[in-house]
């Protein structure tokens, strides 16, 4: 189905509108995850000055989370608007270490309007205690911000049309880590093919974040290898976060 906006457009003029969407998101995942991204700023220097005074790339300011939730509550960049009940922005402690990035919002969190409510949700928790984290000490994000039909896979143009949110999500948070939870997020970040069976459980980087990818939980509910694989990557993430790893 396609949204109001989008009514009326020419197709060429629509797909030369995604081509452009396309380079320009190309170029702030280079920006935010190759080249980083500043922690600090004097007070006395505007943000462009300081990057130019340590020579690293010019960035916009840094969007507040709130500011961001109300432009994501109004979105419809993609079809999925047209099926949600409510956008599910995000969760959490805004100064977060470590920055948990999930695939989309499933039927319970449409209905919530929250991350990883529900039985992957629980054992979420579950999973956070073995690395010795609770939620109000992590911020839960999703690549998309709607719910896709029947839970679908999100599809590329999709991925394309929202994550400019989660970039702002993460410019703004600023974690030093950031566990992406199955292969949408982990191939996202990471900007790979390898997907999650090779990668989990490696420390990998994306510009100044510590990526580390983990399986995600609903896949391990009923597969007991996946929940084994799942709490040892979690051990590991709580010594990585205690420095004994
Ligand atoms: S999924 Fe993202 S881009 Fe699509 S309508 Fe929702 S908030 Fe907007």
């Known amino acids: 189905m396609r949204s109001e906006r989008r009514e009326g457009v020419p197709r060429a003029v629509h797909s030369m509108a995604y081509e ?4 320009l998101g190309e170029k702030c995942h ?10 600090r700023r004097s007070p006395e220097a505007s943000p462009d000055e300081e990057l130019k005074k340590e020579g690293r790339p010019m960035e916009h ?7 961001l939730q109300v432009q994501v ?9 047209d099926g949600r009940t409510q956008t599910v922005f995000g969760v959490g402690n805004p ?14 969190e449409d209905l919530q309007g929250e991350p990883f409510v529900g039985a992957a949700g629980k054992y979420l928790n579950e999973l956070l205690a073995i690395a010795g984290l609770s939620r109000e000490d992590v911020y839960i994000a999703n690549v998309l911000k709607c ?18 949110f989660l970039r702002e999500q993460t410019r703004t948070i600023n974690p030093e880590y950031i566990v992406t939870l199955g292969n949408f997020s982990t191939k ?17 980087r994306a510009g100044r974040f510590k990526v580390f990818p983990i399986f995600h939980p609903a896949a391990a509910l009923y597969d007991s290898k996946k929940r084994e694989a799942l709490e040892n990557d979690f051990a590991t993430l709580g010594e990585l976060l205690r420095g004994e790893a």
Request: net charge positive; with cysteine.
């Open 73 to 81: 509550a109004a979105c419809r960049r993609c079809p999925l608007c």
């Open 147 to 164: 719910r896709p039909p029947s839970n679908r896979d999100p599809r590329p143009e999709e991925i394309q049309a929202c994550t400019p």
């Open 188 to 204: 996202f970040i990471l900007k790979t093919d390898v997907g999650i069976t090779r990668l989990h459980g490696t420390l990998q």
């Open 61 to 67: 300011p840094h969007i507040p989370l709130e500011d």
């Open 20 to 23: 452009n969407a396309a380079t």
């Open 30 to 39: 280079r920006m935010l995850f190759e080249h980083g991204t500043p922690s």
């Open 95 to 108: 100064n977060a270490r470590v920055l948990i990035v999930g695939e989309a919002p499933g039927k319970n």
